[in-house]
């Protein structure tokens, strides 16, 4: 509720308090661009139906009035008046004191450590969640807040990965196809089905962007061994940042270089940091992948000393063990990882048997859409 409404710089700001004592104050330029009403945005998809260009580059308010516990705006010179509702305009406020420290992320990402997520890893079963919303929605915010989740009851045949990608989105295809095998004996006939352990990482950080989704499904899993495991990138990065500031600084203010030239007709190749900040200084993306790294090249020479103690001390603390989440997938099973902050790793195996996994890559914005939309119906049904 809107108590007070008081005009300040000549028109060009105001400054409004609300009945629990807060203020925000708000600039008249900002108020005139995200008028609600249908001359400005479009009364059946809410997009803007201006440009920035209409409006007056000296829009003043002329006049406010609190009315109804709404505020109601005179803009001059265009003598236009627009309503603003008082929770609409509360949840918007940008007049806030807080300072956010470098590696910041938002209130729906939870960081977790072995510690705080073994016992408790995110799962659902793919009946469940097709047939009921907010099993769907309890598992796709897990997804937002944890990086992962684990699916069951996927039935265990090709492609039935593709049942969990589409309970959110679609399937991001690339040249590895719409999905890729991850297959493996003990005695492999081919290298590549190597049996060996593969140190955390994230995938394809030479991709720009990166694949921001990607799910992992078993079809077969009768190996001795080869249990996945999962690494916050978050806690891990925050780990760093805490112990030594400048290392941290360091991977994040500098790109690396990711490449991957394995198949022909390919050459895919990347310029990020392995911790990349937003402009203000939110974590947004860790890439760690110790077999696509390329040899950096934007680090100064007077740096590289320090760059590399930094990359190995990430490296370090992303095979502590008090960092781990293991679990041993089975047929049937699929986990989801944002491949933007969660690690995952595979422990070597051994044994008669066989391991094989299908991997695919979706998109988080889709995720994130898909969850977001469901929230809105739930809450809608809820008013
Ligand atoms: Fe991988």
Redesign the pocket.
């Known amino acids: 509720m809107l108590t007070g409404a008081v005009i300040g710089d000549e028109g060009q700001v105001i400054e409004l308090e609300w009945r629990d004592g807060a203020r925000a104050r708000f600039h008249a330029m900002w108020l005139r661009d995200n008028a609600l009403d249908d001359k400005t945005r479009s009364a059946g998809n809410g997009q803007r139906l201006i440009t920035i260009l209409d409006i007056p580059a000296d829009t003043r308010i002329g006049s406010a009035m609190v009315k109804a516990g709404a505020l109601e705006v005179g803009f001059v010179p265009e003598g236009k008046t627009v309503t603003f509702p008082a929770a609409w305009l509360r949840d918007h406020a940008y007049d806030r004191a807080e300072t956010r420290q470098p590696g910041w992320t938002g209130e729906t990402v939870q960081r977790w450590t072995k510690a705080t997520m073994q016992d408790r890893v995110p799962r659902a079963s793919l009946a469940a969640a097709s047939r009921d919303r907010s099993v769907l929605r309890q598992w796709l915010a897990a997804v937002r807040a944890y990086g992962f989740a684990v699916m069951d009851g996927v039935p265990a045949e090709s492609g039935a990965l593709c049942k969990v990608s589409d309970l959110f989105g679609y399937i991001r295809e690339t040249n590895y196809g719409r999905w890729f095998e ?1 297959r493996a004996e003990v005695n492999p006939s081919n290298l590549a089905y190597t049996n060996l352990g ?1 140190q955390a ?3 394809n950080p030479y991709r720009d962007p990166v694949p921001t989704l ?1 799910i ?1 499904s078993c079809i077969e899993n009768t190996v001795d061994g080869g249990e996945s495991s999962v690494v916050d990138g978050f806690a891990v990065a925050a780990a760093l940042q805490a112990e030594n500031p400048e290392g941290f600084g360091l991977l994040s203010s500098y790109a690396a270089r990711f490449e991957y030239a394995g198949s022909s007709g390919v050459r895919l190749q990347a310029k990020r940091p392995m911790i990349e900040l937003g402009p203000d200084g939110e974590l947004i993306c860790i890439r760690f ?1 110790n077999r696509s790294l390329a040899p950096a090249v934007d680090v100064p020479f007077a740096e590289m000393g320090k760059y590399y103690a930094a990359y190995r001390r990430f490296a370090e603390l992303i095979e502590d063990p008090a960092f781990e989440v293991t679990f041993k997938l089975e047929a049937g099973q699929a986990f989801i990882v944002d491949n933007t902050r969660v690690m ?1 790793a ?1 422990k070597a195996f051994s044994g008669s048997g066989k391991r094989w996994l299908q ?1 695919c890559y979706a998109d988080k914005d889709g995720l994130l859409s898909t969850l977001a939309a469901i929230e809105h119906e739930f809450k809608e049904a809820a008013e």
């Open positions: 991850v593969l990482h994230t995938d990607q992992l992948n995952h595979r991997g």
